[in-house]
């Protein structure tokens, strides 16, 4: 009988079991499992068994209730969700039980230690590990001494890391890739993983609320400080003092420290010397745009943990389409899932192209003012709606310049248009933005490498 896999990776053999036309009643639950384990390999596919049914291992079979154990509790749900009717099925006919009910529960997690790094929460992805960081040579250096502090905290290779590079690359995915290492394989290790802004904002209430005592305590001895977004401490003198004293006093002790940011140490103009100083004494790694192999190697990984099966050309269709970072790979593949599952029909290229324009507001290949700003505001964390608008603070009115610019480079829209579409701007009004922002881009590299970066992102 032939089997074969739909678009959701389904099994689609045998859909049910007659009793007694397998292994009788007898036969194990052990040796029932191993035998289904077996059946859904062929009918399932390789790749589907490998992301969700490796590993499992039989639990109970109590009042015909088959009982799996898997990884997480990631991989039980989807299994209950998306194959536990074909899993019962299958054992139903094996165990000679046609009243078999199939449940899937995840490993119990060991009871973590009382750890200091509860004080401040932490918000760790569960898929930001390691085994699901894809590697190329845009990356390879950073994914190398992120595993190297994971690995052996306070080495002189690696501590502190700086790990640098634009939107959606990978920092937050390599940095908490860290904390996950070491909180599984080093449990009795405090790991504190925070933002700048959070630690900003944690800072300022502790001396509002006079507990800055209490917030060092936090801090004192822990063996992993894990900070993101750096950038964001800039002129902020007293958060700066408190990071440069608390970076001194981990590193005196040999403890690992791990720091991401939007750009390099040096380029960080209104960050204090002494800690620009302390940043670049260890291993500074950026982390570029993926390059097309492993754009085509991300998205397959995303729709095979989506449990979907899509041709090659669709793989390559979408990573020449979008070339700007990881999350936006990541961020088509789930609407497409929604649609599939509502529609239940393949994946098409006017399909795909349908949901790039409805995601990205454009496919990457045609640029308009709105896909434009949109990059914009994402690089420079600001909304849309206040670029295009009527402020005109330094913090609003550096983005819209560069907007307008990038605008009237990548675009053959007129002058009049990109005013009109700057809320009723007139065309000398952009002309002299655009010359502006020009010449403060060559007195500042910081903005003029952040405007670089923008553009190679629009235009892969």
Known sequence: MDNHVDSFGRYCGHSSYE???????????????????????DGFGLDTYNSWLAGSRFLTFEDDTFTVEFKDEFSAGFV?????????????????RPDLHFRAVSAPRPAPPTRRDDLIPTMLRPSFTFERFIVDDNNRLAYAAAKAAAENMGSDLANPLFIYGGVGLGKTHLIQSVAHHVITRNPEMSVMYISANEFIYKYAAALNNKSAEAFDNRFRNIHY??????????????????????????????????LTSDRPPHEMESLEERLVSRFQSGMVADIKPPAFETRVAILSQVFRECGMS?????????????????????????????????????????????????????????????????AVAEAFSINPALIRGKQRKREVLIPRQVAMMLIRELTDTPL???GRFFSGRDHSTVLNSIARIKEIALENPSLKRKIQDIRENLTG
Not at 21 to 32: I, K, Q, T
Not at 81 to 89: E, F, G, K, M
């Open 310 to 374: 899509v041709d090659t050309d669709i793989l390559y269709f979408i990573a020449d389409s979008v070339k700007s970072n990881v999350r936006q790979l990541e961020g088509v593949v789930k609407p497409l899932s929604l649609r599939l599952q509502i529609l239940d029909i393949p994946i098409t290229k006017e399909m795909v192209r349908d949901v790039i324009a409805e995601y990205l507001g454009t496919g990457a290949k045609h640029l308009n003012p709105g896909s434009i700003t949109g």
């Open 416 to 418: 009049t248009e990109i």
């Open 19 to 41: 009793p007694g036309s397998m292994f009788p009643l007898s036969e194990s639950p052990e040796s029932a499992w191993a035998e289904c384990l077996a059946r859904a390999k």
């Open 80 to 96: 209950s969700t998306h194959y536990s009717d074909r899993l019962r099925d299958i054992l139903a006919g094996l165990m000679n």
């Open 225 to 258: 400080l894990l900070m993101d977004d750096v950038q964001f401490l800039a002129g902020r003198g007293g958060s700066e003092l408190k990071l440069f004293q608390i970076f001194n006093n981990l590193y005196l002790q040999e403890r690992q420290i791990v």
